[in-house]
């Protein structure tokens, strides 16, 4: 795909995107109106720092093809924050919390793509599988109770807002995605994610070093992982053993969602991100007006299959 077709197609999605949040915030303003506030503003961007974090570690995986994905993302993300939390009680300085949790997560990425690139495992069976085990052995060392005793530094810096905005998302979440941005359109190692899931087969023929860059893109998804969950320890106030559940689901859904085609190759994070914010300011309207859990899980699913189908008729029209 050229250049000027990526690109209308970029504008498209997030075209789509912009309507569909401007649609849901006047239907969420005129079911109830005191809904919407600074407060409010803040809740959304809090829960969408986590989830965009994981999406974009997803993101990367996905672009890079060879059937690509990490289910893991949920139960990586939940393990790194109770071996960080752990270790203080093994006698690790509270300073270094966040190394050793972004270190956790950066080894179990690390192993995905061990198993992916070296032992040639299907990527779906391959991190179905090491979800288990990281959301097992998360809830096993704890035996499902939070581990409170976070570093007081970290408070003020994961409770922070300025004009509205959680200091975590300024901080984390608008480097990450514009660093993302920038590697994918003006660097050598971008530009070979994007070749390597458009045609893997050509890519090697090339010479570009595929299973190395797919090992470091795992790599990158598990540092994700464990950044969001330093930014849980840090909101929190403690280490949860579950507090990575369903991600791996909704980081799915919000990169499907963003305009990156699931077979990779084709898409970027800009698009990610405003999915992300889409999915997190609905199902926080949906949450004000007290729908059951079961129909926003419904509704967010509708959601994936109508922005899809009208992505794909625009298409087919244009």
Request: aromatic share 6%.
């Amino acid at each position: 795909m050229n250049k000027p077709l990526k690109l209308a197609r970029a504008n498209r999605i997030l075209m789509l995107l912009a309507l569909l949040w401007v649609f849901v915030v006047l239907l969420f303003a005129a079911l109830r109106p005191t809904m919407f506030s600074p407060s409010t503003v803040t809740t959304v961007l809090q829960f969408s720092t986590i989830l965009a974090l994981v999406s974009l570690g997803q993101c990367l995986v996905i672009l890079a093809g060879g059937a690509g994905i990490d289910l893991s993302v949920g139960g990586t993300m939940s393990l790194s924050v109770v071996l960080a939390m752990m270790s203080m009680k093994l006698g690790v300085p509270p300073d270094l919390v966040p190394l050793v949790c972004i270190a956790c997560g950066t080894l179990l990425g690390m192993f995905n793509g061990f198993l992916v690139t070296r032992l040639k495992i299907l990527p779906l069976i391959a991190t179905l599988g090491t979800l288990f085990i990281y959301s097992g052995m998360a809830l096993a060392l704890t035996g499902g109770a939070a581990q409170s005793g976070a570093p007081e530094w970290l408070l003020p810096w994961g409770r922070g807002v300025v004009m509205s905005l959680p200091l975590p998302f300024i901080t984390l979440v608008v480097p990450a995605f514009a660093v993302a941005a920038l590697l994918l359109v003006y660097t050598a190692w971008g530009r070979w994610l994007i070749a390597m899931g458009f045609n893997e087969r050509s890519a090697r023929l090339v010479g570009i070093p595929v299973d190395r860059a797919r090992l470091l893109v795992y790599g990158l998804s598990g540092l994700l992982a464990g950044l969001a969950g330093l930014v849980s320890v840090a909101w929190l106030g403690s280490g949860r053993p579950n507090i990575g559940q369903n991600l791996e689901l909704e980081s799915l859904t919000a990169v499907m969602l963003g305009g990156v085609a699931i077979s990779g190759g084709v898409g970027g994070v800009g698009g990610v991100l405003a999915a992300v914010i889409l999915l997190v300011t609905l199902k926080t309207g949906l949450l004000q007006l007290n729908v059951n859990t079961v129909w926003q899980v419904g509704i967010v699913g509708a959601l994936l299959i109508t922005v899809l189908l009208i992505e794909r008729l625009t298409k087919r029209w244009s």
